[in-house]
């Protein structure tokens, strides 16, 4: 079956870093959209970042544009979100999804699959 497997959450100062992977296993990964969202206490999820199959193109939530970097490794059927300069209101537990269609969309109705997620807060 496919296992989206998240990793790298944690406690963290504001202003500092996080890098989160995201591990796929159960499907031919390089043929799937990869996204990252988000969903805080009390809120809805949220989309933050995608890359296309290739990764020759990406896509970011406006909050975190020039902070946060999304890359892939086919090779190693992993997805990464790289988070720069985090704030408190990045706190939140993060998921990773995968798309069968080949574009990127920023609805969650969008994704085939999803991680469980990995918990990130970043104290002020």
């Known amino acids: 079956q496919v296992q989206l497997v998240e990793s790298g959450g944690g406690l963290v100062q504001a202003g500092g870093s996080l890098r989160l992977s995201c591990a796929a296993s159960?499907?031919?990964?390089?043929?799937?959209?990869m996204g990252w969202f988000r969903q805080a206490p009390g809120k809805e999820r949220e989309f933050v970042a995608a890359i296309t199959r290739s990764g020759g193109a990406t896509r970011y939530a406006d909050s975190v544009k020039g902070r946060f970097s999304i890359s892939r490794d086919n090779a190693k059927n992993t997805v990464y979100l790289q988070m720069n300069s985090l704030k408190p209101e990045d706190t939140a537990v993060y998921s990773c999804?995968?798309?069968?269609?080949?574009?990127?969309?920023?609805?969650?109705?969008?994704?085939?699959?999803w991680g469980q997620g990995t918990q990130v807060t970043v104290s002020s």
């Open positions: 159960g499907l031919t990964f390089s043929i799937y959209v």
């Open positions: 999804a995968a798309r069968r269609v080949p574009s990127i969309t920023t609805l969650t109705s969008g994704y085939d699959y």
